[in-house]
């Protein structure tokens, strides 16, 4: 069911009204965010074969899995998660290189790497199939996992990502001559060391529709694990530079038949994916519930507005 299908289901000005009354409701109104002491509290780690994987777990029932943006790590759902425990078994993993997941020094860390570490994650929790609520550099790893494992996802909430021939955006290129210069995790130890400049134009700024809401202690927790050893500082650089090599354009013909119901939300005011992406993903994605697009968000809105992912994933879920 396409886009015009889904909108047809929930027309009607009243209608429409009324169910969002009813998707607050049991999402409960004004539930808090976890703080990072909270979060710090919550982690647990998975053993893999070549990794210890950091990750948040919270509820119960079928298991959600939200991934990351880069250079974030699963901090950034501090606030969808406890809107949505009470419906599902709610995980965020940090992927290798971010956060503070462990990572061999002889792992490969690529995006498809990435795929496959969930993958393993999930055999090791005995879990068979998830919901996945993906961002930014999550939501390319989202398709790749999807494209490879379509059977162990149910529902695919995408929001601004990497998509087809977009990956790495143009505004990447900077970050990537860095990191091929092992340079980039000086940056993040700069910014680290001047919170004021991590809020700014250079740091986490454009990608937030009010950086001034980022504590320190988020700044702290999203970047220290990066610059914590030589290693990490490697590994992160390593990681990003290879973003050169776009794995999506390959796997558009998995995505053209992924089984699995998915909803697109988009943040117009993003600079780094332009919303024509949400359409390619809309057009692509057989089962798409279609685009909600969401005026003056940027690229890391699902932590400025997590009652809007919380919202948009109990709508899918209902499907």
């Not at 909270?38 to 777990?57: D, G, I």
């Amino acid at each position: 069911m396409k886009r015009r299908s889904f909108m047809t289901t929930v027309a009607g000005a009243a209608a429409a009204s009324c169910q969002l009354s009813s998707f607050r409701s049991l999402l409960g109104e004004g539930m808090d965010m976890l703080d990072v002491h909270s979060y710090t509290e919550m982690r647990r780690y998975a053993q893999l074969k070549n990794c210890r994987v950091a990750y948040v777990q919270q509820g119960g029932g079928p298991t959600a899995l939200f991934l990351h943006g880069f250079p974030l790590n699963g901090f950034q759902w501090c606030g969808v998660i406890p809107s949505l425990a009470p419906h599902r078994c709610c995980i965020a993993p940090d992927f290798m290189s971010l956060g503070y997941t462990e990572t061999a020094e002889t792992q490969e860390i690529t995006p498809e790497t990435q795929g496959e570490m969930l993958a393993e994650f999930l055999d090791v929790l005995k879990i068979k199939a998830v919901d996945i609520v993906a961002n930014d550099s999550g939501g390319e790893v989202a398709q790749i996992f999807v494209a490879h494992y379509p059977t162990r996802v149910r529902t695919l909430l995408l929001s601004n990502c990497d998509v087809d021939t977009n990956s790495p955006p143009a505004s990447f290129a900077p970050l990537l001559a860095a990191a091929k210069k092992a340079l980039l995790a000086d940056g993040f130890s700069r910014l680290l060391a001047d919170r004021a400049s991590a809020r700014s134009e250079r740091g986490l700024g454009p990608f937030y529709a009010n950086p001034e809401d980022l504590t320190d202690e988020a700044i702290d927790y999203y970047f220290s694990p990066l610059v914590s050893s030589p290693l990490r500082k490697k590994q992160l650089n390593d990681f990003a530079a290879s973003f050169e090599n776009n794995p999506l354009v390959a796997i558009e013909p998995e995505l053209r038949k992924c089984p699995a119901p998915a909803r697109i939300l988009w943040g117009t005011a993003d600079t780094t994916f332009d919303v024509k992406w949400a359409d390619w993903l809309d057009n692509t994605l057989p089962h798409s519930r279609g685009v909600r697009r969401l005026k003056g968000a940027k690229l890391f809105f699902p932590e400025e507005m997590p009652d809007v992912v919380a919202e948009e994933a109990m709508k899918l879920w209902s499907v």
